[in-house]
C-alpha cells in the first residue's frame, strides 16, 4: 500500500506538464473543428495556448482556462496576452465550474483539450472528493473510492461540451484497462459518436512508470445517434505527429457493441483474432474460468513482514510450534507445483518460507513468543488498521490453504500452482478450489494455453512497470479450455518445462496438447499466440 507522506509533491499535485509537439497535435485535431470556445480544466502554464498560436489559427477563438496554482495561471494569462489569444484564466477548480454548467443543463464548450491531474481519489482532499462523487452521481454513473482525479475530469468535460464537440486529452493508458474507469468508458461510448487512443509504446512523461495515450473523441448531435465506436491506433517514437491527425482519426477501424461494453483491451486485437476468439467460446469444452473454479484472496496479514518468516527468525524466537509452510511470490514456485522438494529449496535460499499462526493467549505463550510479539510492537505493527480492528493482534483470521493456488502478479503468463503441500498463501496469491467434476491436476495442466493466456492479457491490467496483475473478479472471466476427451496428462514433466523454457514456448507447446483435443487448429493455434505476444510486448513495451 502506498501512503501520502511517501509521495512527491509533484505526484500529489498530479503535475506532469504537456510536451509542446503533443499539446500542438491534439490541438491541431481539435481545432478542425472551428471551435470559437476552447475549454482547458486543467491549463497549468498555457502550453495549449501556444500549441494553438503555432497553428495560426485564424477563427474567431476564446480560450477558456482553470488553474488551481496562482503562478501557473498567472503564466497562462500573460502567454494568451503576449500571443494575443483571447482567453478567460481562473485560478479555481475546474469541478465547481463543472458541477455549476451541469446544473444549470447547458453545454458551453466547442471543444475540450488538456492534461487532467493524475492523483489517487485517497490523495485528493476531502472537498475534492465530494465533488468527484457529485460528478459521478449526476450522470447516474458508478462512484469508486478507487478512482482518480482525471476520471472525473473527463465526465464533467464531455458533459458541458456541445454537441458535435471535439475532445482532444492526454490520459493514463490505464483508462483502456483498468477496472475504477468503467463508468467513465460507458459514458463515452453512449455519449461520443467516435472515440480514437493513440497508443504510444514508450512511457512519454520522463521520471513516471504510468503509461499515457491520446484520447480523440467526438460528442453525438444526439444521444441516440449510432455509436461508431473505438479505435486504437498503435504508434512507436513520434512519427506519427507529421501524420494528419484528422486522417488518423477517421481511417483507423473500429469496434463497437458488445466489444467495447467493457474493457477496451478487446480493441487492440485484429478482427479475426476477435472472431476467432469468440468462436472458441462456443465450444462446448472451452469454459470461463467461473464456470469450473472458485477463487478467494490469500491471507491477509496487515504485516507480512512479520508473519512471514525464515527458519532462522523461526529459530531465534523458538517458533516452531507456530510456523507453517507457506509461498507468495513467483520466486517461491518456478514451476507447477509446489511440494516438499520446491519448499526445502526455498528454505535454503533463505526465503521467508514460514506462516506464524499464533492463537493462544499472550499469557498463555513461552518466553521467546513473547519476545516476538513484543518485537512486533516495538514496530508498532499493532497500531496498523489490519491489525488493530482484530483481537489479539497477532491472530490472523481467515486462515486455510487449497489444494491450488495463483500468484496475483507476473511477467509473462499468469499460471495455476499445485499446492500439494497445502501451503498457504497470503493477499500476494489467490486460493483456487477446482469445482465438483473439475479434476484439479488437469485444471492446473489446460491453463496453460494461448487462449487462456490472450485472456489474461485482455482481462487483467498493468501499471507502468509491465507486470500483470489479475484481481479475483477478472480471473472468474478468463477463458480456459478444459476437453473431456484429454485423459492422459503428464503434470511432473510439464512443471520442469516451465522451469526451463520460455513462456512462448510452453504456449505453443500447451496449445498444441489441450486446444489440438477440440479440434482448433495449427494455424489458429498461432494467432492466439501471436495475439497473445502482441498484447504482452505492449504491456512490457517491447518492440514487435
Known amino acids: 500500500m502506498n501512503f501520502i507522506e511517501n509521495e512527491s509533491e509533484q505526484k500529489l499535485r498530479g503535475g506532469y506538464y504537456t510536451p509542446e509537439d503533443l499539446a ?43 488553474e488551481l496554482l496562482d503562478s501557473e495561471a498567472q503564466k497562462a494569462k500573460e502567454l494568451a496576452d503576449d500571443l494575443k489569444i483571447k482567453s478567460t484564466i481562473n485560478c479555481s477548480d475546474f469541478l465547481d465550474h463543472a458541477i455549476q454548467v451541469m446544473n444549470s443543463g447547458k453545454s458551453k464548450y466547442d471543444a475540450v483539450v488538456g492534461n487532467p491531474p493524475f492523483i489517487r481519489y485517497q490523495y485528493l482532499p476531502k472537498e475534492s472528493q465530494e465533488k468527484s462523487e457529485i460528478i459521478f452521481k449526476s450522470e447516474n454513473l458508478k462512484f469508486t473510492k478507487h478512482t482518480n482525479a482525471w476520471v472525473p475530469f473527463v465526465i464533467a468535460a464531455i458533459k458541458i461540451l456541445k454537441p458535435g464537440g471535439r475532445f482532444g486529452m492526454i490520459l493514463p493508458a490505464e483508462i483502456i484497462h483498468v477496472m475504477h474507469a468503467q463508468s467513465l468508458r460507458t459514458y463515452l461510448g453512449e455519449q461520443c459518436s467516435k472515440l480514437l487512443i493513440i497508443d504510444p509504446e514508450e512511457i512519454w512523461f520522463e521520471g513516471t512508470l504510468q503509461g ?7 460528442k453525438k448531435q444526439q444521444i441516440e445517434d449510432h455509436s461508431y465506436g473505438l479505435g486504437i491506433y498503435k504508434v512507436v517514437g513520434k512519427h506519427f505527429l507529421q501524420e494528419d491527425p484528422e486522417e488518423v482519426f477517421n481511417k483507423t477501424p473500429r469496434i463497437n457493441g458488445e466489444t467495447v461494453e467493457g474493457k477496451w483491451t478487446q480493441a487492440l486485437l485484429t478482427k479475426e483474432e476477435r472472431e476467432l476468439v469468440k468462436s472458441l467460446l462456443k465450444l462446448d469444452d472451452v469454459h470461463k474460468f467461473h464456470d469450473i473454479a472458485k477463487v478467494d484472496v490469500g491471507i491477509v496479514t496487515g504485516a507480512n513482514n512479520f508473519f512471514l518468516v525464515t527458519n532462522e527468525v523461526v529459530q531465534e524466537y523458538d517458533l516452531k510450534n507456530y510456523a507453517h509452510p507457506m509461498f507468495g511470490r513467483s520466486g517461491h514456485c518456478p514451476g507447477l507445483i509446489y511440494d516438499e522438494v520446491q519448499h ?6 533463505g526465503n521467508p518460507t514460514n506462516f506464524i499462526l499464533i492463537k493462544d493467549e499472550l499469557s498463555k505463550l513461552p518466553k521467546k513468543v513473547k519476545e516476538y510479539i513484543a518485537f512486533g510492537e516495538s514496530q508498532e505493527l499493532h497500531k496498523r488498521y489490519k491489525c488493530r480492528i482484530r ?86 472471466e478468463l477463458t480456459i479450455a478444459y476437453p473431456k476427451n484429454l485423459s492422459e496428462f503428464d503434470l511432473e514433466t510439464l512443471n520442469s518445462t516451465y522451469k526451463k523454457e520460455s513462456a512462448p514456448t510452453i504456449l505453443e507447446q500447451q496449445s498444441r496438447i489441450v486446444l489440438g483435443a477440440l479440434g482448433v487448429t495449427n494455424d489458429q493455434q498461432a494467432m492466439l499466440l501471436n495475439a497473445w505476444k502482441r498484447l504482452k510486448n505492449r504491456r512490457q513495451r517491447i518492440s514487435d
Open 344 to 349: 526445502r529449496e526455498n528454505a535454503i535460499k
Open 391 to 476: 483481537k489479539p493482534w497477532y491472530t490472523v483470521p481467515s486462515v486455510h490453504s487449497t489444494k491450488i493456488g495463483m500468484l496475483k502478479r507476473c511477467h509473462d503468463i499468469p499460471k495455476l500452482i499445485l499446492n500439494t503441500l497445502e501451503a498457504y498463501t497470503t493477499d500476494t496469491a489467490y486460493r483456487i478450489t477446482a469445482k465438483q467434476d473439475i479434476n484439479g491436476e488437469k485444471l492446473v495442466f489446460c491453463f496453460g494455453t494461448a487462449l487462456t493466456a490472450l485472456s489474461a492479457e485482455l482481462e487483467g491490467r498493468h501499471y507502468g512497470g509491465g507486470v500483470l496483475e489479475l484481481v479475483p473478479s477478472e480471473i472468474e
Open 24 to 66: 500542438t497535435y491534439i490541438a491541431k485535431w481539435v481545432t478542425n473543428s472551428s471551435p470559437s470556445n476552447i475549454l482547458e480544466p486543467s491549463c497549468g502554464d498555457g502550453i495549449f495556448i501556444k500549441a494553438i498560436k503555432n497553428l495560426e489559427y485564424k477563427k474567431k477563438l476564446h480560450f477558456h482556462g482553470f
Open 212 to 218: 499515457a495515450i491520446i484520447l480523440f473523441a467526438e
